[in-house]
């Protein structure tokens, strides 16, 4: 009947978590995060006063995964399982798999490390992204078109979206060609990279194959995939990939519609088609619209996020958008932390001490803080145990734990991290402060990253 077609067009969470292995990516650098990450991990670094990365094993819990492979530097993974275990208690048992801290490892070089341990189709999240999207909408492209990968791509979804990536310029940001459907990638390739050549060159074999290509330049590859078990059997004899997002999906894009080659690192050695699509994957790639056979060999499809829809999806991969979901979290909180259910979460924690809290607009203040009398906080994010004096104006902003603001203070559009000292009078706008760095007195800073060293750099 219909109602079943379509109760059995959605995938139940549960076979998700049997089907699926989950990786989270957590072993970056974070250089577009500089200087934050230079006193924390960026996995560790908070939105909304919550470590990042709990936001990506929360989405995975929530979605039924029982486990995950947290890939990570070696220098943070003790700090990681200890808060995720013990502080948020989340039941998801980490498999913490660790990478030298002085390594330039990149997130296909991850995957080679953790080979031995997939033994199914996969998902690979970065820690940055925070989302509430559905796993089974990506879960149920890949299995309807028996995918060899399967990208989450967003369109931009609010105006800070837009004005970071019109700010990035026209040479940011990803070339992305669709099918007349919406679904299969047919290119893929950096801005930068095709402005380099000075030339957009579409294969005859691709053409001959799609009269159309939908070419895009506002779409957003939100580091979420799902990939076909060869896929890491492929990298390990591949082994001049080193990034996913960079290299990988490029290069399986691209072979499609490539001849197969008889070299051992030809990934048509690797991909099977022998196996037919079982009856559940069939009934889901009829009602998906998809051609229910088998894939010839490599195939890359992608779901995407519309602009319209009320799917949270961003990164904080830079500190402009580390700033944004900062201001746009606290609201949504309720969409992150069990139950799930979308229920207002009080921004004013019930142990804070706050003089005015008529001065308080849309921030979040976090337990044990101090905000005294005669200062406004607008569309901010303040720490645990922080102390705020007289007279400061912060907008704009996040102001991570332990952080002493004393009296006639202005920030505006800062990150000033964990244990630092703004000292009275300091006028601070764009600017980035490092762990337990201390502003003078009186000091005026602008678009500037301040290190502890004393040291000031041009942001």
């Not at 989270?24 to 908070?46: D, F, I």
């Not at 948020?88 to 070089?109: M, N, V």
């Not at 194959?209 to 506002?218: A, F, L, P, Y």
């Amino acid at each position: 009947s219909l109602s079943l077609s379509l109760n059995l067009s959605l995938s139940d969470t549960h076979t998700i978590m049997r089907e699926f292995q989950a990786v989270v990516m957590a072993g970056g650098l974070g250089s577009g995060m500089y200087p934050l990450t230079e006193g924390a991990p960026k996995a560790m670094l908070p939105v909304a006063n919550i470590p990042m990365i709990v936001y990506t094993l929360r989405m995975l819990e929530r979605n039924k995964f029982q486990e995950a492979i947290v890939v990570t530097r070696a220098s943070a993974s003790k700090q990681i399982l200890h808060y995720v275990k013990e502080v948020e208690g989340l039941k998801i048992e980490l498999d913490i798999e660790t990478i030298p801290d002085d390594s330039d490892y990149g997130t296909a070089d991850a995957l080679r490390q953790i080979k031995d341990k997939i033994t199914t189709d996969f998902m690979v999240v970065s820690c940055d992204l925070i989302t509430d999207v559905a796993v089974h909408a990506l879960a149920d492209v890949h299995r309807a078109h028996k995918a060899s990968a399967t990208c989450l791509f967003v369109e931009p979804q609010r105006d800070g979206d837009a004005a970071d990536r019109s700010k990035r310029g026209a040479s940011h940001g990803d070339l992305i060609g669709l099918d007349k459907d919406g679904s299969q990638v047919l290119f893929f390739a950096n801005r930068a990279d095709l402005l380099e050549e000075g030339s957009l060159c579409l294969r005859k074999r691709l053409l001959n194959k799609h009269s159309e290509v939908h070419m895009r330049t506002d779409l957003v590859d939100a580091h979420f995939y799902i990939f076909a078990k060869w896929v890491v059997d492929f990298l390990a004899e591949k082994k001049s990939i080193s990034t996913i997002r960079g290299e990988l999906i490029p290069y399986l894009v691209h072979k499609q519609f490539s001849k197969k080659r008889d070299n051992p690192a030809d990934p048509y050695k690797f991909c099977t088609t022998d196996e037919p699509m079982t009856p559940a994957a069939e009934l889901r790639a009829e009602i998906l619209g998809a051609s229910p056979v088998k894939q010839d060999g490599i195939s890359c499809y992608a779901h995407v996020v519309s602009a319209d829809s009320s799917v949270f999806c961003s990164r904080a991969n830079t500190v402009p958008r580390y700033i944004e979901i900062n201001r746009l979290v606290p609201s949504l909180l309720g969409q992150f932390l069990p139950p799930y259910d979308g229920r207002e979460v009080d921004l004013l924690h019930p142990g804070a001490t706050i003089a005015t809290k008529q001065g308080m607009t849309a921030s979040l203040i976090g337990d044990g803080t101090e905000v005294q009398s005669r200062t406004t906080i607008k569309r901010s994010v303040i720490g645990k145990h922080c102390t705020i004096g007289e007279r400061v104006k912060v907008t704009n902003s996040v102001i991570m734990d332990h952080v002493t603001v004393h009296d006639g203070c202005v920030i505006q559009n800062c990150v000033i991290s964990k244990n630092a000292e703004i000292q009275k009078g300091a006028q601070l706008t764009s600017c980035q402060v490092t762990a337990s760095h201390t502003v003078p007195a009186d000091a005026t800073y602008k678009n500037e990253a301040l290190v502890p060293e004393e040291t000031v750099y041009t942001a």
